[in-house]
T-cell receptor, first 113, second 114 residues
Framework: GENVEQHPSTLSVQEGDSAVIKCTYSDSASNYFPWYKQELGKRPQLIIDIRSNVGEKKDQRIAVTLNKTAKHFSLHITETQPEDSAVYFCAASRDQAGTALIFGKGTTLSVSS | KAGVTQTPRYLIKTRGQQVTLSCSPISGHRSVSWYQQTPGQGLQFLFEYFSETQRNKGNFPGRFSGRQFSNSRSEMNVSTLELGDSALYLC?????????????FGAGTRLSVL
């Protein structure tokens, strides 16, 4: 079955720096790759997603890139702010509906001011 | 518009008991997925229901089961509880349209098995 590896497990940056989180997946049939942010004690919330027919997607300070050949995708956060501190999860799905998400183990991002 | 609602929020059970968790999806959403979240294993997919049928299944033992009702509400059952079943159980709903299928998560049910 699908396996998603996520690195690093922890990431500490200074406010204003950029942060990059990388994920690799094993199932070449996966076609949907969302990123979720989970603040302490709260539910995961989608921050950005990308489908396999797109190589890059950007939403303000957040961008995701996908390399289907290498089977990896990355989250880029620019101009980080303290409120970006949270656990970030990447996920992959081969289901047409984008359900049955297989998650990476998560990255704890700490942004210090 | 109400979000995904999970009940109860907290549960304490003892080994060997069984438990039923409930999930009410966002109005109009027909797909409900269940996930187990633990510090060691992270978020793991349990199963997904769509139109009262299990559409996808993760790698969990048969002690974990679920069902979905005609109003899209879903329940998850765990029989013969083990200590290792202690976790936050999250459900997520999605519209299941052809164009956009974001999964929205509930706040979860925290299960403690003693």
């Amino acid at each position: 079955g699908e396996n998603v590896e996520q690195h690093p497990s922890t990431l500490s940056v200074q406010e204003g720096d950029s942060a990059v989180i990388k994920c690799t997946y094993s199932d070449s049939a996966s076609n949907y790759f969302p990123w979720y942010k989970q603040e302490l004690g709260k539910r995961p919330q989608l921050i950005i997603d990308i489908r396999s027919n797109v190589g890059e997607k950007k939403d303000q300070r957040i961008a995701v890139t996908l390399n289907k050949t290498a089977k990896h995708f990355s989250l880029h956060i620019t101009e980080t702010q303290p409120e970006d501190s949270a656990v970030y999860f990447c996920a992959a799905s081969r289901d047409q509906a984008g359900t049955a998400l297989i998650f990476g183990k998560g990255t704890t991002l700490s942004v210090s001011s | 518009k109400a979000g995904v609602t999970q009940t109860p929020r907290y549960l304490i059970k003892t080994r060997g008991q069984q438990v039923t968790l409930s999930c009410s999806p966002i109005s109009g959403h027909r797909s409900v997925s269940w996930y187990q979240q633990t510090p060691g294993q992270g978020l793991q997919f349990l199963f997904e229901y769509f139109s009262e049928t299990q559409r996808n299944k993760g790698n969990f033992p048969g002690r974990f089961s679920g069902r979905q009702f005609s109003n899209s509400r879903s329940e998850m059952n765990v029989s013969t509880l083990e200590l290792g079943d202690s976790a936050l159980y999250l459900c997520a709903s999605s519209r299941d349209s052809a164009t956009k299928n974001i999964q929205y998560f509930g706040a979860g049910t925290r299960l403690s098995v003693l």
